[in-house]
């Protein structure tokens, strides 16, 4: 230690006791401050002021360990937060969608307060306690479950995302946002906590005419889908937790149905019946919307998994190359799904799709999740047009936008997933492009 | 041991001065992984694992939780109704019982005769149009209407009882619904059996299983009677994995800059500004639950929050007055916004804040 550190750490014990002994904490804490003087280091050009002066963090006590009972970001992160568009909405905020910032995200996980959040009447709350889910029509034992007792089922956790079908709907005739958060937000992922519906479904005795199930929202809107049987008895689940807590109510508190990979309205949210039948019901949400018009004016309806997809999360619009020097090592990474199955292989495109390289994929590589994918480069200053390309396991190839829109037109508003990507220009300035033939 | 660790080999194609790989999907099937019938793999559940995920082993199937649902209970919640009547409940309404109706409840939202007009849906009108394709500035979209679109007429039932109107579902009783039905059928101009839906038309449970929407043959795959779902469905479109030398591709970039995010776009790391506005935060809650359904767009001729202009006229009466009209109500708008729970202190409180926000 050196002497001028050394009087400091003595100073800040003398004040540290005056402290005790005085009810003037904040008051004299900032009247203080002035005696720390700075070090008196040889002043160089090349010292980063940064280290070379105390940190004011370093010099006083830090907030009270239980100031907020809920733990809360870093201040400094307040801009780390959902976003809506007027543009998204159908007339108000209750039956609109807020975007998740996904170039603040990490890893496979979205933290629960930054969860896209897309409604048809609003959040709604709902009581646990008068919380009931049915179970009845062709089945042996009809069910009414509290949620106490649905919760002695034996429970699983698995990691998966969600994603509206309309997630990346602006751009069928052309970019139009300049940022991640709108051109991908739709989606987030979690790791979810229940039981197999099937495990609950075995000591019930279905009919083998239960071809399809209803599964029934308690909000206002009666969000209402049906689900073929195969979905159901594969991995459909029950599900009350959410990265280890409660359900957000915003995700469906107490209780949503999680239809792994497959569009996020299907996964009803504040589910209170679930009905078995020999027939398709046609709800609203399965005809009206949610089916995909086609060139020929016809259009497909129960259009279920999220096909295969990817987008580049580092650089983005957000998160630019603007501070890089010639020469840096950078990393580009992002984001790669697929609601048929699991990533198998993510190659990217520096140059707007002429050749393509094999990027490395991290961490965990799970079915119907979120997979990272990873591609080191020397920045070279040069303009580049950044592309991804997704395959999965299923053998599904992520299309061009032209392929995309010969096949189905683009007026089908769902399920857009054609090779996308970012300009970057010389400075590292990066903006929304499409390549087209 | 996990399947889908396992390599897939690839066998390469030269092809001109492309390496095209060819699809995956053999691949896979090679390798024995089965698929369900939306074409995805469906990964094993074995006594010890799920994928990567682990599984309790004491393969214990019986719990016996929770019990049997009343009938009187599965009848308060059965109220779904399929597209060959089941679930249909009896009841009648006239065409001209569903215009009153609509015109009260419906029509703020939807437009005169379901002709939309404001950012909710338009319910009319667009028969035709489904081949539409709006590809540039100026060319005529397709519309989605229950004329245009809708396949079956139960949906249309069993929404509008169960769902709306929007701030107030499941307020409208059978007789109702069947009239607002009626309503709806008339003003798109669908017959049944050959009838023309005239104001004194009356639907009853009977006529209604008649119904023949004009789009029902418009969907694919799946029909009510589910004969003809595909099993295993193709993408939508299959991309091609070629590595060197591909197509040169044009870059096609943003025409016109969208604004109007909310919250302004940012990734700024510092500290926000500091918080003096808590009064106005807790109005602003209240004024989202309570008076934003109308105030927040001007399909009601409410007064819109942050619109200078006409919150100038309203104040012209003073702000007593305003006061007064809220407290009453006025125009289309109930008493205390039809929010019993606020005080007159609290509602002045807000319209306050209204007025703030809208200066």
């Given at each position: 230690m050196n002497k001028n550190t050394e009087e400091s750490s003595k100073l800040i014990s003398s004040r540290r006791s005056f402290f005790k002994k005085t009810a003037f904490f904040t008051a004299s804490l900032a009247a203080s401050s002035s005696l720390l003087a700075p070090l008196k280091l040889d002043a160089s050009s090349l010292d980063d002021e940064a280290i070379t002066k105390l940190a004011p963090w370093g010099t006083k006590l830090g907030d009270l360990v239980d100031k907020n009972h809920y733990g809360m970001p870093s201040p400094y992160e307040h801009n780390n937060v959902r976003r809506v568009h007027d543009l998204l909405s159908s007339g108000d905020r209750y039956a609109t969608v807020s975007m998740s910032p996904l170039h603040q995200q990490e890893g496979i996980i979205t933290p629960n307060g930054l969860f896209f959040n897309r409604s048809h009447s609003g959040t709604t709350q709902v009581d646990p306690h008068k919380y009931r889910l049915m179970i009845h029509?062709?089945?042996?034992?009809?069910?009414?479950?509290?949620?106490?007792?649905?919760?002695?089922?034996?429970?699983?956790?698995?990691?998966?995302?969600?994603?509206?079908?309309?997630?990346?709907?602006?751009?069928?005739?052309?970019?139009?946002?300049?940022?991640?958060?709108?051109?991908?937000?739709?989606?987030?992922?979690?790791?979810?906590?229940?039981?197999?519906?099937?495990?609950?479904?075995?000591?019930?005795?279905?009919?083998?005419?239960?071809?399809?199930?209803?599964?029934?929202?308690?909000?206002?809107?009666?969000?209402?889908?049906?689900?073929?049987?195969?979905?159901?008895?594969?991995?459909?689940?029950?599900?009350?937790?959410?990265?280890?807590?409660?359900?957000?109510?915003?995700?469906?508190?107490?209780?949503?149905?999680?239809?792994?990979?497959?569009?996020?309205?299907?996964?009803?949210?504040?589910?209170?019946?679930?009905?078995?039948?020999?027939?398709?019901?046609?709800?609203?949400?399965?005809?009206?919307?949610?089916?995909?018009?086609?060139?020929?004016?016809?259009?497909?309806?129960?259009?279920?998994?999220?096909?295969?997809?990817?987008?580049?999360?580092?650089?983005?619009?957000?998160?630019?190359?603007?501070?890089?020097?010639?020469?840096?090592?950078?990393?580009?990474?992002?984001?790669?799904?697929?609601?048929?199955?699991?990533?198998?292989?993510?190659?990217?495109?520096?140059?707007?799709?002429?050749?393509?390289?094999?990027?490395?994929?991290?961490?965990?590589?799970l079915p119907k999740s979120w997979t990272r994918f990873s591609y080191i480069i020397k920045w070279d200053a040069k303009e580049k047009m950044l592309l991804s390309r997704a395959i999965?396991?299923?053998?599904?190839?992520?299309?061009?936008?032209?392929?995309?829109?010969?096949?189905?037109?683009?007026?089908?508003?769902?399920?857009?997933?054609?090779?996308?990507?970012?300009?970057?220009?010389?400075?590292?300035?990066?903006?929304?492009?499409?390549?087209?033939? | 041991m996990h399947m889908f660790v396992h390599k897939i080999k690839l066998p390469g194609l030269i092809f001109a001065s492309c390496i095209l790989l060819v699809s995956l999907t053999s691949a896979s099937e090679e390798s024995g992984l089965k698929k369900n019938i939306d074409g995805s793999v469906i990964y094993p559940r074995t006594k010890t694992n799920y994928s990567l995920y682990l599984l309790n082993t004491q393969n214990i199937t019986t719990f016996n939780h929770g019990r049997k649902p009343t009938a009187n209970e599965i009848k308060a919640w059965n109220v779904d109704i399929m597209p060959d009547g089941e679930g249909l409940p009896e009841g009648s309404g006239s065409v001209e019982q569903g215009d009153e109706l609509y015109s009260a409840q419906c029509a703020s939202c939807?437009?005169?005769?379901?002709?939309?007009?404001?950012?909710?849906?338009?319910?009319?009108?667009?028969?035709?149009?489904?081949?539409?394709?709006?590809?540039?500035?100026?060319?005529?979209?397709?519309?989605?209407?229950?004329?245009?679109?809708?396949?079956?007429?139960?949906?249309?039932?069993?929404?509008?009882?169960?769902?709306?109107?929007?701030?107030?579902?499941?307020?409208?009783?059978?007789?109702?619904?069947?009239?607002?039905?009626?309503?709806?059928?008339?003003?798109?101009?669908?017959?049944?059996?050959?009838?023309?839906?005239?104001?004194?038309?009356?639907?009853?449970?009977?006529?209604?299983?008649?119904?023949?929407?004009?789009?029902?043959?418009?969907?694919?795959?799946?029909?009510?009677?589910?004969?003809?779902?595909?099993?295993?469905?193709?993408?939508?479109?299959?991309?091609?994995?070629?590595?060197k030398n591909c197509k040169e591709q044009n870059i096609v970039f943003i025409k016109n800059e969208i604004t109007g995010f909310d919250p302004k776009i940012s990734s700024v790391k510092d500290l926000p500004k500091n918080k003096k506005q808590d009064k106005d935060a807790a109005l602003k809650e209240v004024y989202s639950k309570s008076c934003a359904a109308c105030h927040s767009n001007d399909a009601l001729g409410a007064p819109v929050m942050g619109d200078k202009t006409t919150w100038k006229e309203v104040i012209k009466k003073g702000v007593k007055q305003v006061y007064t009209n809220a407290f009453n109500g006025i125009n289309a708008m109930p008493p205390r916004g039809g929010n019993m729970d606020l005080s007159k202190k609290e509602l002045e409180n807000l319209i306050d804040y209204m007025i703030k926000v809208s200066k």
């Open positions: 029509g062709l089945l042996h034992k009809p069910l009414v479950l509290t949620l106490e007792e649905l919760k002695r089922y034996p429970s699983e956790s698995r990691i998966h995302f969600i994603e509206c079908p309309a997630n990346g709907s602006t751009g069928w005739r052309g970019p139009q946002f300049d940022n991640l958060q709108f051109v991908k937000g739709m989606m987030s992922s979690a790791e979810w906590t229940g039981v197999p519906l099937k495990v609950v479904l075995k000591e019930l005795g279905l009919h083998k005419e239960a071809k399809w199930m209803l599964a029934e929202g308690s909000d206002n809107s009666e969000m209402a889908r049906t689900i073929p049987i195969e979905k159901v008895l594969d991995d459909a689940m029950l599900v009350w937790g959410q990265n280890g807590e409660p359900l957000r109510a915003e995700q469906g508190y107490p209780v949503r149905l999680l239809l792994p990979g497959w569009e996020g309205n299907l996964n009803v949210k504040w589910l209170k019946r679930l009905e078995f039948s020999s027939k398709p019901w046609h709800s609203k949400e399965e005809t009206s919307k949610y089916t995909m018009l086609q060139k020929n004016g016809k259009a497909i309806n129960y259009f279920w998994p999220m096909e295969v997809n990817s987008i580049i999360t580092s650089p983005c619009p957000e998160n630019p190359w603007s501070a890089l020097k010639k020469g840096d090592i950078i990393e580009i990474s992002g984001l790669a799904w697929s609601g048929r199955g699991t990533i198998k292989t993510v190659d990217i495109s520096l140059d707007g799709g002429k050749n393509w390289l094999e990027a490395s994929l991290k961490g965990l590589v999965d396991d299923s053998g599904h190839i992520q299309p061009s936008i032209d392929k995309l829109i010969e096949n189905v037109g683009v007026e089908g508003i769902y399920h857009r997933n054609p090779i996308v990507g970012w300009f970057v220009s010389k400075k590292g300035e990066v903006k929304n492009a499409h390549v087209r033939s | 939807h437009g005169d005769f379901g002709a939309g007009g404001s950012a909710y849906p338009t319910l009319s009108g667009g028969q035709g149009s489904l081949k539409n394709q709006l590809l540039q500035a100026g060319d005529e979209p397709p519309m989605r209407t229950i004329g245009s679109y809708w396949p079956y007429a139960s949906t249309l039932f069993w929404y509008i009882q169960s769902s709306m109107p929007f701030n107030n579902p499941k307020s409208l009783n059978n007789d109702e619904t069947y009239a607002l039905v009626a309503y709806l059928l008339s003003v798109n101009e669908i017959e049944i059996e050959g009838h023309e839906l005239e104001d004194e038309y009356v639907l009853t449970k009977e006529k209604f299983l008649k119904i023949k929407m004009p789009n029902e043959n418009g969907f694919y795959p799946v029909s009510p009677t589910r004969s003809n779902l595909k099993e295993q469905r193709p993408p939508l479109a299959q991309g091609i994995r070629c590595m």
